[in-house]
C-alpha cells in the first residue's frame, strides 16, 4: 500500500551541527506534508508544514524541502541543540478536501544531539 | 490551559477486561482523532468524529468503539482487551476538515495489558 518512510531509523549529530531527517512518500496524490516532533513521553508536536505546490519553507531553525519530482521530503534544523533530541516524523494528508482525514504517519526518526 | 488532555495517563489491565480512555479538548476544534501508536513508534489513525459524527473508521476492530458525547470531548472504550492493544493512544484534534494538518495532541495514555 502506500506509505510515507523514514530513510534511517536513527541520526546522531553534534549539538551546533546542522541535521537534516529525510523522508520519502508514494502517494502521488498527497498534497500536503506535515513534520511533526515527538519528545519522549509526550505527544507529537507540529514543527512545519508545506503544500504541494511549494518547494521550500522555512521556520525558526527548520525547513522543509520538498521535491516531487523524486516524492522526496527533508527536514533541516540549524545548530542543533539538545531539546532538538526527539523522534520526527513526517505525515501527509492524502486528499486535499471533504472529510476529517487523519494523518498518515511514516515511520519515525529518532534525532540524538551529541554534547 | 491544557489544549487536550487524556485521562489515565497509564493504565495497566488484564486480558479480557473493558476500559475507557477519556480524551478533551479546550481549543474549540470540531475534529477529533485517535491514534494508536505501537512499540516502534509507529503512529496509526483509528477514528475520526467531526462535529460528533464518525468520519474515520480505520479498520479497527470493533471491541474499540469512539463515543463522543459533545465536540470537546472523544472518549475510546475498549472491550475484551488483548494482549495485542498493549500500546499509546493519543487523541489529537484539530479545527475544520480537510487539510486538518494543525491537529493538536494530547500527551498519550500508555495502556498495557497483561
Known amino acids: 500500500g502506500e506509505s510515507v518512510g523514514l530513510h534511517l531509523p536513527t541520526l546522531s549529530v553534534q549539538e551546533g551541527d546542522n541535521s537534516i531527517i529525510n523522508c520519502a512518500y508514494s502517494?502521488?496524490?498527497?498534497?500536503?506534508f506535515i513534520w511533526y516532533k515527538q519528545e519522549s513521553g509526550k505527544g507529537p508536536q507540529f514543527i512545519i508544514d508545506i503544500r504541494s505546490n511549494m518547494d521550500k519553507r522555512q521556520g525558526q531553525r527548520v525547513t522543509v524541502l520538498l521535491n516531487k519530482t523524486v516524492k522526496h521530503l527533508s527536514l533541516q534544523i540549524a545548530a542543533t541543540q539538545p531539546g532538538d533530541s526527539a523522534v520526527y516524523f513526517c505525515a501527509d494528508l492524502p486528499s486535499s478536501g471533504g472529510g476529517a482525514d487523519g494523518l498518515t504517519f511514516g515511520k519515525g526518526t529518532h534525532l540524538i544531539i551529541q554534547p | 490551559d491544557t489544549a487536550v488532555s487524556q485521562t489515565p495517563k497509564y493504565l495497566v489491565t488484564q486480558m479480557g477486561n473493558d476500559k475507557s480512555i477519556k480524551c478533551e479538548q479546550n481549543?474549540?476544534?470540531?475534529?477529533m482523532y485517535w491514534y494508536k501508536q505501537d512499540s516502534k513508534k509507529f503512529l496509526k489513525i483509528m477514528f475520526s468524529y467531526n462535529n460528533k459524527e464518525l468520519i474515520i473508521n480505520e479498520t479497527v476492530p470493533n471491541r474499540f468503539s469512539p463515543k463522543s458525547p459533545d465536540k470537546a470531548h472523544l472518549n475510546l472504550h475498549i472491550n475484551s482487551l488483548e494482549l495485542g492493544d498493549s500500546a499509546v493512544y493519543f487523541c489529537?484534534?484539530?479545527?475544520?476538515?480537510?487539510?486538518?494538518?494543525?491537529?493538536?495532541f494530547g500527551p498519550g495514555t500508555r495502556l498495557t495489558v497483561t
Open positions: 502517494n502521488s496524490a498527497s498534497d500536503y
Open positions: 489529537a484534534s484539530s479545527q475544520g476538515a480537510g487539510l486538518a494538518g494543525w491537529q493538536y
Open positions: 481549543l474549540g476544534h470540531d475534529t
